[in-house]
């Protein structure tokens, strides 16, 4: 029986260090032949954002203002030493200075390697949020039982 070669990622952080391995792991795996599809909820959701840096996204006041806190890809801060947001500038400059891609370089890797981006439906509606929110390069918007059927088959990881 031949082996399946399908990498499933749950992108529950926006944190700017797990969404860069997120995307590693994603772009290295579809290098090879993988199939990659991520399904980005809550605080992921924050990558495949149209908006990059902080804006007012949602459906009401308190919505809106989860947007805007929660910003964009931009604007994601690191899980620890964060140094009031200038751990993921320090990061981008150690990427750069080292030849390693930066997260925006590969998110761009991503769209270009053809990796499949969901969008979680129930994160969606808690932060009052519309696929026209997103980055035209997800795929669908899924509930958990659709992803899961998809994941069918391969491995699946959660950062």
């Not at 997260?103 to 439906?121: H, R, S």
């Not at 969606?124 to 059927?149: Q, T, W, Y």
Request: proline share 2%.
């Amino acid at each position: 029986m031949a082996e399946t070669k399908k990498l499933s990622i749950i992108a529950f952080s926006g944190d700017f260090d797990k969404l860069t391995a997120v995307f590693t792991l994603g772009t290295g795996a579809a290098a090879v032949g993988y199939e990659v599809n991520i399904f980005f909820t809550f605080w992921g959701l924050d990558a495949i954002k149209q908006k990059q840096g902080r804006s007012f996204t949602g459906g009401n006041w308190l919505t809106k203002i989860f947007g805007f806190m929660m910003g964009g890809l931009k604007a994601t801060p690191t899980s620890r030493f964060n140094f009031l947001g200038a751990g993921p500038k320090i990061f981008r400059y150690l990427m750069r200075k080292n030849n390693v891609a930066t997260l925006e370089e590969l998110v761009e890797a991503a769209k270009v390697l053809g990796i499949n981006l969901y969008a979680c439906e129930m994160a969606m509606h808690v932060l009052g949020l519309k696929k026209d929110d997103f980055i035209p390069e997800v795929k669908d918007v899924l509930g958990v039982a659709s992803f899961l059927k998809l994941s069918e088959g391969g491995q699946t990881l959660f950062i």
